[in-house]
């Protein structure tokens, strides 16, 4: 027996007992007459106490000599602490040490092991498993474990029933880009990492499971940014027999549950938005709307007055950031430099002072009377001592980098508060949207999403302006959630394909299995996924997804701890029927 | 919305209620006069009616057109039945229709969509969207689902945390054949996929996370038979600060709880049995204890009676097979054939009939005397009416033939119950075991388990004969869990490795990143995984894992659904820096 208690959980209750603990020394002090230790496991910290007239001179000089991370056993007896510290639930007590096990030794850590630590991310990430020893990384993996439970525990109340897919399947052109296994059994074929469960939950659908979940690990080899891992966790629901309003009905309320029960917040109907409305109001699909801050259009008013660049441009859309009036004329300048950093790209930025006194201080003042300033302003809700921002050009481009600049102004202005928490439905997607490289329509959701009924008529005529029966929600400016009513008519489905480019026999070569499926009676169906990795973060008041996944990979997909990915050996590739193109190092 | 209720829920207690229900016409009857249509969802089976008296001609006529498995929406009133069916819940009721919509048509399907289907194997497996639709196998998913969700309810009860460990690792030498995944960012390298979190959970142990499970796809490139698929589901588990007794303690608990939840048992402490024990008496490391046949071994008797076959064997061992004295000469006859089959290649059987008189009756009549039979039978602990069968050979060879023909005999006999459940703890392993082909040991259970201390001193000189902390959960039969308390200390793990065969630079690359963490404070650690295919099929009375995996594939790692393994394109191959050996077909 290691333990008797864990030392997270001797309170006075426990005063005079014998106990026996086990956990890591986390620091140990030393006054020469006296040594604390404080004793750390996953449940809390307690403080162990050796002194010269109590304790043995070999258990006292043992204990002298632990190491910070020894993993140590310790038998003693509760004692009420002299100087209690209020800060932890067994800051009451001590234990004064009769016996001391080192169980095992250890090394200096290569950080310190403390919720502020010294260590940078990158030796955290090689040393990972002593970065989980850190309270802040421990606390979020435990909510991980707690969500995961708690979306479980909802779905399966609501006869929902969790299937396993396989990991091992088919790849396919439309997506994103696969990770695919070459085959042992089958020379010269690949399996592929399901970018989702797609095709399989609308076949468990048609195969009359009615309502279908999984937590489920999903796969994409994008290149990598701060928020993407090659691997990633969704949850993937999908219902038969359902419109749009049912499903959104279904995972509203799932969402609604985990902020009561994580975050004790209560919530009414969630807003709803078109994805147009979002465009127009915000630049972007997912809107924090935590804040206001909301777009004012001016592309009428401030054409024609002479300013060569607006002239020019399609859309000309600012927003008020509240109180800015206050910025320098230097604050402004860096602005400026913002905009233009390569990740935004803007060309330039016209501002416009709100003076407290009424009057208005605008960069364009040559082309512009305090009236046309005042009706801007008038459209972008901004008041006295609000700075207005403005930037003009093609219109998907400048709501892009102008949504960028309110997020930006919202960050300092300290208004994406982590614990407020707004969420959105943002609906009435598009169907396609028009790739301008590829010189095709793409699927906006996927090649599964169903056009809207009232819309059908335009799928030959205008098929940019189809709107989709898909729905994402959005918290905080993230989407956490998104899915679509699907097609399952398979002539429909037919037509989707050919939309987006592909011959009729490469439709079948690809998606054959679930046009056929399609032939056997498949019912109206529709699903949703939430990006899981995102949603716990959020939850948590973080967007560092990273934080929230126990093995992480870096920038370039490499796992810094076991070293992964890494050369494997001929036999291995000979018998997989592959070589490697890389000249062996 | 399709529907008010679902196929499965209405009663007496609904009638005259306006209903709409949505579904698949399973059958349809057409009398003429009237027409029934048994309308099915995933909850049930309603009975529709339409009369010429009380339906529009028009509903009427739409009805009789209807299909088999065409999905529609049916409106119309809850009315008494005249004839009553109590089989199923809804059987005092049937809608009388007033509307039906056909939400989609179908095909004939390739086999009948029934319990007992008219479609073969392979059939079943292509369309098994289809298959789906069938009580049998909805159901066998359905549970599946349950199962998991009462594991996590247990474990999370039990303060364990589900951690999420890659996918995407580092192929391994040790263990069975990994799946890779070739790296697009990191050329001429690979990942591989997990054939268990291993080596993450130990290190989540190393980071202090104390209690860890997770219900976890694993992969192995191995040759499959019927109970063995390429990815396969663990219920995964790991615990610090514990010795072998806890982590029995806790998982025969979650057993016990799987087995009353779902099957109403009680059960009082498991069994337990040696390793050594369990070979020599049913030959066996997962016997099947629901029934007795114990082995006797004889070769004491049975040696220097001038009968050769015997004189040259090491062992020469037992069963009486209950009652089998009637089986006459051609019955014997056709069991020596079955013990001669390849998958068993015993080289022969002598048997002895215990007659209800007391006499004997042998093949070796010649070789032994009544007196000599009846200490043989007294071993096998036979009684009168049984039939002997004795086999012999090489120890290992010999009882695992006669382990096949007891359980043979065991399913002749009607004594493996699907409804009667005999757990089984096997202890006290073996460390090693030598194998023949690579002429070096191999870990019995994996390179970090842990030697039973009190056998350490053998580990240089007799390592063979060192015994492990590690035990298996047996389950009628079938190893269903494993697991062992691993090595924590560097220089013991060091020194496993080496036995195995690794040279320090192997051990340094492949399992650097542990034996490092081993450095930095590794808690004591021990754990358990369950096969949950198995476990779950067991729990369900049948062994057959494929029925209870929603997707799988067959012997050749087909997915023969979906076609995959498939081709991919050399665009993808060249990204990955890949070529295949296969010419193109």
């Given at each position: 027996?290691?333990?008797?208690?864990?030392?997270?959980?001797?309170?006075?209750?426990?005063?005079?007992?014998?106990?026996?603990?086990?956990?890591?020394?986390?620091?140990?002090?030393?006054?020469?007459?006296?040594?604390?230790?404080?004793?750390?496991?996953?449940?809390?910290?307690?403080?162990?106490?050796?002194?010269?007239?109590?304790?043995?001179?070999?258990?006292?000089?043992?204990?002298?000599?632990?190491?910070?991370?020894?993993?140590?056993?310790?038998?003693?007896?509760?004692?009420?602490?002299?100087?209690?510290?209020?800060?932890?639930?067994?800051?009451?007590?001590?234990?004064?040490?009769?016996?001391?096990?080192?169980?095992?030794?250890?090394?200096?850590?290569?950080?310190?092991?403390?919720d502020n630590?010294?260590?940078?991310?990158?030796?955290?990430?090689?040393?990972?498993?002593?970065?989980?020893?850190r309270n802040p990384v421990k606390n979020k993996l435990i909510f991980r474990?707690k969500v995961?439970?708690e979306?479980?525990?909802?779905?399966?109340?609501?006869?929902?029933?969790?299937?396993?897919?396989?990991?091992?399947?088919?790849?396919?052109?439309?997506?994103?880009?696969?990770?695919?296994?070459?085959?042992?059994?089958?020379?010269?074929?690949?399996?592929?990492?399901?970018?989702?469960?797609?095709?399989?939950?609308?076949?468990?659908?048609?195969?009359?499971?009615?309502?279908?979940?999984?937590?489920?690990?999903?796969?994409?080899?994008?290149?990598?940014?701060a928020d993407?891992?090659?691997?990633?966790?969704?949850?993937?629901?999908?219902?038969?027999?359902?419109?749009?309003?049912?499903?959104?009905?279904?995972?509203?309320?799932?969402a609604k549950?985990l902020l009561h029960t994580f975050k004790g917040l209560e919530f009414?109907?969630f807003?709803?938005?078109?994805?147009?409305?979002?465009?127009?109001?915000y630049?972007n699909?997912k809107p924090d709307i935590r804040f206001g801050m909301?777009?004012?259009?001016?592309?009428?008013?401030?054409?024609?007055?002479?300013?060569?660049?607006?002239?020019?441009?399609?859309?000309?859309?600012?927003?008020?950031?509240e109180?800015?009036?206050?910025?320098?004329?230097?604050?402004?300048?860096?602005?400026?430099?913002?905009?233009?950093?390569?990740?935004?790209?803007?060309?330039?930025?016209?501002?416009?002072?709100?003076?407290?006194?009424?009057?208005?201080?605008?960069?364009?003042?040559?082309?512009?009377?305090?009236?046309?300033?005042?009706?801007?302003?008038?459209?972008?809700?901004?008041?006295?001592?609000?700075?207005?921002?403005?930037?003009?050009?093609?219109?998907?481009?400048?709501?892009?980098?102008?949504s960028a600049?309110r997020m930006e102004i919202a960050e300092r202005l300290g208004l994406r508060k982590p614990d407020e928490f707004a969420p959105l439905?943002?609906?009435?997607?598009?169907?396609?949207?028009?790739?301008?490289?590829?010189?095709?329509?793409?699927?906006?959701?996927?090649?599964?999403?169903?056009?809207?009924?009232?819309?059908?008529?335009?799928?030959?005529?205008?098929?940019?302006?189809?709107?989709?029966?898909?729905?994402?929600l959005v918290l905080n400016g993230n989407e956490i959630g998104?899915?679509?009513?699907?097609?399952?008519?398979?002539?429909?489905?037919?037509?989707?394909?050919?939309?987006?480019?592909?011959?009729?026999?490469?439709?079948?070569?690809?998606?054959?299995?679930?046009?056929?499926?399609?032939?056997?009676?498949?019912?109206?169906?529709?699903?949703?996924?939430f990006g899981f990795d995102r949603f716990v973060s959020i939850l948590d008041g973080s967007e560092t997804i990273r934080d929230y996944i126990?093995?992480?990979?870096?920038?370039?997909?490499?796992?810094?701890?076991?070293?992964?990915?890494?050369?494997?050996?001929?036999?291995?590739?000979?018998?997989?029927?592959?070589?490697?193109?890389?000249?062996?190092?």
């Amino acid at each position: 027996m290691f333990r008797t208690n864990t030392c997270g959980e001797l309170t006075q209750a426990n005063i005079n007992e014998k106990v026996t603990l086990s956990g890591w020394v986390s620091t140990l002090r030393d006054k020469g007459f006296m040594v604390w230790i404080d004793l750390r496991d996953r449940y809390g910290i307690t403080q162990i106490i050796l002194d010269e007239d109590r304790s043995s001179k070999e258990l006292f000089e043992t204990a002298r000599k632990l190491g910070r991370e020894f993993v140590i056993q310790v038998s003693g007896t509760v004692i009420e602490r002299a100087s209690k510290n209020p800060n932890i639930p067994t800051g009451e007590i001590e234990i004064l040490a009769d016996s001391i096990t080192i169980l095992n030794e250890s090394a200096l850590p290569p950080f310190t092991i403390d919720d502020n630590t010294d260590g940078g991310e990158d030796i955290r990430m090689k040393y990972r498993y002593l970065d989980i020893r850190r309270n802040p990384v421990k606390n979020k993996l435990i909510f991980r474990s707690k969500v995961a439970q708690e979306v479980r525990k909802y779905l399966d109340a609501q006869d929902f029933v969790e299937v396993e897919t396989p990991v091992l399947i088919k790849s396919t052109p439309e997506g994103a880009r696969d990770f695919v296994v070459p085959s042992r059994m089958n020379p010269g074929e690949f399996y592929a990492l399901p970018q989702s469960p797609q095709t399989f939950k609308q076949l468990l659908m048609v195969g009359g499971l009615d309502k279908y979940f999984q937590i489920v690990k999903c796969f994409r080899d994008e290149d990598l940014r701060a928020d993407r891992q090659p691997e990633f966790t969704q949850i993937d629901c999908e219902m038969s027999f359902v419109e749009q309003e049912d499903i959104m009905n279904v995972f509203e309320g799932l969402a609604k549950h985990l902020l009561h029960t994580f975050k004790g917040l209560e919530f009414g109907d969630f807003p709803r938005m078109t994805f147009a409305d979002a465009m127009r109001r915000y630049g972007n699909d997912k809107p924090d709307i935590r804040f206001g801050m909301e777009f004012g259009e001016i592309t009428d008013l401030a054409k024609g007055h002479d300013f060569k660049i607006f002239d020019e441009q399609e859309l000309i859309v600012g927003i008020a950031a509240e109180g800015c009036n206050s910025y320098t004329r230097k604050d402004i300048d860096k602005l400026i430099e913002w905009v233009q950093r390569p990740q935004i790209a803007a060309t330039g930025l016209v501002w416009v002072r709100c003076n407290e006194d009424g009057t208005y201080k605008s960069s364009v003042d040559k082309f512009y009377t305090q009236e046309d300033l005042a009706a801007w302003a008038e459209r972008m809700n901004a008041k006295a001592g609000d700075l207005l921002l403005v930037m003009s050009g093609n219109t998907n481009k400048v709501r892009a980098q102008l949504s960028a600049l309110r997020m930006e102004i919202a960050e300092r202005l300290g208004l994406r508060k982590p614990d407020e928490f707004a969420p959105l439905w943002v609906v009435d997607f598009p169907l396609l949207e028009w790739d301008e490289e590829s010189e095709r329509y793409h699927a906006m959701h996927h090649p599964f999403t169903s056009p809207k009924p009232e819309d059908m008529e335009l799928i030959d005529s205008n098929p940019g302006e189809v709107r989709a029966n898909a729905y994402d929600l959005v918290l905080n400016g993230n989407e956490i959630g998104g899915g679509s009513i699907r097609i399952f008519d398979k002539n429909i489905q037919a037509r989707m394909f050919e939309l987006l480019g592909f011959t009729a026999e490469q439709a079948e070569a690809q998606f054959g299995f679930l046009m056929n499926a399609f032939k056997y009676g498949a019912p109206p169906h529709g699903g949703l996924a939430f990006g899981f990795d995102r949603f716990v973060s959020i939850l948590d008041g973080s967007e560092t997804i990273r934080d929230y996944i126990a093995f992480p990979k870096n920038n370039s997909g490499r796992d810094v701890m076991i070293d992964a990915p890494a050369a494997i050996d001929q036999t291995q590739m000979d018998e997989l029927f592959i070589q490697s193109n890389v000249v062996e190092k």
